[in-house]
């Protein structure tokens, strides 16, 4: 049973040459059959393990190296969907109901406006202490 979905925006900075960035992760917890709580995360729509861990950690853009993610900003999503007064509306016709969404583009996990970059100094290196 699913028992909490969200969106979560994680940052993440290198640590060898100091380029941040984030993306947003998909997050569900799950209740299995043995009361057991799991959790499973998506990046555009692709299965992904933890950026909190470091096997899950993307690399680097610039340099390839791995670097665990932190947690900038969560939205939960409802489960199950609201109250029984919630304004709602009844899908018929699946097939054809808001036909637009099965073509529409995705939403990338990087398609956010991407943290602002430390200032390199005057010999090109990032700041030793960022």
Same mark, same amino acid.
């Given at each position: 049973?699913?028992?909490?979905?969200?969106?979560?925006?994680?940052?993440?900075?290198c640590g060898h040459c100091w380029?941040?960035?984030?993306?947003?992760?998909?997050?569900?917890?799950?209740?299995?059959?043995?009361?057991?709580?799991?959790?499973?995360?998506?990046?555009?729509?692709?299965?992904?393990?933890?950026?909190?861990? &470091?096997? +899950? %950690?993307?690399?680097? #853009?610039?340099?390839?190296?791995?670097?665990?993610?932190?947690?900038? /900003?969560? $939205?939960?999503?409802?489960? &199950?969907? +609201? %109250?029984?007064?919630? #304004?709602?509306?009844?899908?018929?016709?699946?097939?054809?109901?808001? /036909?637009? $969404?099965?073509?529409?583009?995705?939403? +990338? %996990?990087?398609?956010?406006?991407?943290?602002?970059?430390?200032?390199?100094?005057?010999?090109?290196?990032?700041?030793?202490?960022?």
């Open positions: 049973m699913i028992t909490e979905l969200a969106l979560e925006r994680v940052e993440f900075t380029y941040r960035w984030s993306a947003d992760y998909d997050v569900q917890h799950y209740r299995d059959d043995d009361g057991e709580e799991w959790e499973y995360f998506t990046r555009d729509g692709i299965a992904a393990t933890s950026p909190y861990e &470091p096997q +899950g %950690a993307p690399p680097c #853009p610039l340099c390839g190296r791995r670097w665990v993610g932190r947690l900038t /900003a969560r $939205r939960p999503v409802p489960v &199950p969907p +609201g %109250a029984a007064d919630a #304004p709602r509306q009844k899908i018929t016709g699946l097939d054809e109901y808001r /036909a637009e $969404r099965h073509g529409a583009p995705l939403l +990338g %996990a990087a398609s956010h406006e991407q943290p602002e970059q430390p200032a390199p100094s005057s010999s090109g290196q990032v700041p030793a202490d960022r």
